[in-house]
């Protein structure tokens, strides 16, 4: 059976839930869908010919992609703790290669193992996502035969880039890894519980923690405050040049080249957060063989370098883990279970709380909005004020008078403004942002 293109556009794309994953063009039997750049990240362009299977709606991820039901699916248990899924291990951790520690976006675990995997034959090639293709302000998931292809695509990306669209490319017998976003995980693995044969090509997915991403129009914005004109293109972006934990990193064809450190740069997130990030509730990759964040505490800055959480999901990959820091590839040390969320509360609440209330709002003022099949229990009063007014600031933002406050405040004491306001909100709020947080219990639904 396939579904009407029509009910798909409508109730998506234009409902603005599309999370510009590309699975509806990877799912395209037909080969002629694609991607299209938009101001507002990728989008799907469906072809008259499509032949989409109607399980795309159980695993889209900007409509009803049920995570208790797919854990039931997949991992075959609702996982012990909500907050940052099932569990097999959890790592504090670093790349014990120099080079591939400092290209890495925090400690360069992931594009070590995907390095691992591809010299120990466990895999084909990778699927990997990479800054400057086609051009250097854009980002593309690719196919990467080396090892140095892998760390050619190592730093970090913060910008929406569909990677499932890929999956109607992949070569028949391969096996691969990929690199991908939480909800992108979710739907792959959504397609591999039901038999997807393209999506049961790919043997390892790992990610990134989640928090917020930036439209691309973020960095047009960014280089129209410094007074760059249009004609002077960039020749290279970087989001995470240096050494962790890295800075912006913009050269255009003039020869300008400008940096900013990442939390300076951090003050066009409410400008230019996208819809995905407000709306998904995933923020530990919980569908990911191996999930890693940044180790963020006073303790792990202060030694500079990058240090990795580290999240293994299923005893094979705790296995690869092991292997790897028993040939000295890696660092690993051993951790609790309340390691894998004790640097990042603050985020992980945005999540697992905030996105529910204001996908909730959003069904309250008529826009649509994607449901997950579960909610938080005992939300307090106060959360939901604390959330009102952080969504206030993100409409504002995004208002054309709201913009204007980067072209008028310098970056350099907007970012130190901003990094300032944000200590002090998180300070404010902190007290009913983590208020049972460590017993977050959630209710279980059927979509609708």
């Known amino acids: 059976m396939f579904i009407a293109v029509s009910d798909f556009v409508n109730k998506i794309v234009k409902g603005k839930t599309c999370t510009g994953c590309g699975l509806c063009v990877g799912m395209d039997e037909s080969g002629e869908s694609y991607m299209e750049d938009t101001k507002y990240g990728p989008s799907p362009v469906i072809s008259n010919n499509f032949k989409i299977p109607d399980l795309l709606f159980r695993a889209c991820p900007g409509y009803h992609l049920n995570y208790p039901e797919l854990y039931k699916d997949f991992y075959k248990k609702y996982p012990?703790?909500?907050?940052?899924?099932?569990?097999?291990?959890?790592?504090?951790?670093?790349?014990?290669?120099?080079?591939?520690?400092?290209?890495?976006?925090?400690?360069?675990?992931?594009?070590?193992?995907?390095?691992?995997?591809?010299?120990?034959k466990r895999i084909d090639a990778t699927l990997v996502v990479k800054q400057g293709v086609p051009s250097p302000e854009k980002a593309r998931i690719i196919v990467a035969?080396?090892?140095?292809?892998?760390?050619?695509?190592?730093?970090?990306?913060?910008?929406?880039?569909?990677?499932?669209?890929?999956?109607?490319?992949?070569?028949?017998?391969?096996?691969y890894a990929i690199t991908c976003l939480p909800d992108q995980a979710a739907a792959l693995r959504r397609l591999q519980a039901n038999g997807n044969e393209k999506a049961l090509q790919i043997k390892y997915v790992i990610g990134p923690y989640t928090g917020t991403a930036l439209y691309p129009s973020a960095i047009d914005y960014y280089l129209?405050?410094?007074?760059?004109?249009?004609?002077?293109?960039?020749?290279?972006?970087?989001?995470?040049?240096?050494?962790?934990?890295?800075?912006?990193?913009?050269?255009?064809?003039?020869?300008?080249?400008?940096?900013?450190?990442?939390?300076?740069?951090?003050?066009?997130?409410?400008?230019?957060?996208?819809?995905?990030?407000?709306?998904?509730?995933?923020?530990?990759?919980?569908?990911?063989?191996?999930?890693?964040?940044?180790?963020?505490?006073?303790?792990y800055e202060k030694l500079g370098h990058g240090f990795s959480v580290i999240l293994a999901r299923n005893l094979e990959m705790s296995k690869i883990l092991e292997e790897m820091y028993e040939k000295g590839l890696i660092e690993l040390e051993k951790k609790d279970l309340n390691f894998?969320?004790?640097?990042?509360?603050?985020?992980?609440?945005?999540?697992?709380?905030?996105?529910?209330?204001?996908?909730?709002?959003?069904?309250?003022?008529?826009?649509?909005?994607?449901?997950?099949?579960?909610?938080?229990?005992?939300?307090?009063?106060?959360?939901?004020?604390?959330?009102?007014?952080?969504?206030?600031?993100?409409?504002?933002?995004?208002?054309?008078?709201?913009?204007?406050?980067?072209?008028?405040?310098?970056?350099?004491?907007?970012?130190?403004?901003?990094?300032?306001?944000?200590?002090?909100?998180?300070?404010?709020?902190?007290?009913?942002?983590?208020?049972?947080?460590s017993d977050y219990k959630v209710t279980i639904f059927k979509n609708d």
């Open 224 to 299: 129209k405050s410094k007074g760059v004109k249009r004609d002077d293109r960039i020749s290279s972006l970087k989001w995470r040049a240096g050494e962790w934990p890295g800075y912006l990193e913009i050269k255009t064809s003039s020869g300008k080249v400008f940096q900013s450190k990442k939390v300076y740069y951090n003050f066009l997130i409410p400008f230019f957060v996208t819809n995905t990030s407000l709306q998904s509730m995933d923020f530990a990759n919980e569908f990911a063989d191996l999930a890693v964040g940044d180790a963020w505490s006073e303790k």
């Open 340 to 437: 894998a969320s004790s640097m990042h509360g603050h985020m992980i609440d945005f999540k697992k709380r905030g996105s529910y209330i204001r996908n909730k709002m959003r069904r309250m003022i008529g826009k649509k909005a994607p449901s997950f099949g579960y909610k938080p229990e005992n939300i307090s009063f106060s959360r939901i004020m604390v959330e009102l007014f952080i969504s206030s600031l993100f409409l504002f933002g995004r208002t054309r008078l709201g913009r204007m406050i980067i072209l008028i405040i310098p970056e350099k004491q907007m970012g130190i403004l901003f990094n300032k306001l944000r200590l002090k909100w998180k300070a404010i709020s902190k007290p009913v942002k983590r208020k049972s947080l």
């Open 80 to 120: 012990d703790n909500w907050l940052t899924g099932h569990i097999h291990s959890v790592y504090q951790g670093f790349s014990n290669e120099k080079n591939i520690r400092i290209n890495g976006a925090s400690g360069g675990i992931l594009t070590h193992v995907l390095i691992h995997l591809l010299k120990t």
């Open 145 to 175: 035969n080396s090892p140095e292809e892998i760390l050619s695509a190592s730093r970090s990306v913060y910008i929406p880039v569909a990677t499932l669209d890929v999956l109607n490319k992949l070569e028949p017998e391969k096996k």
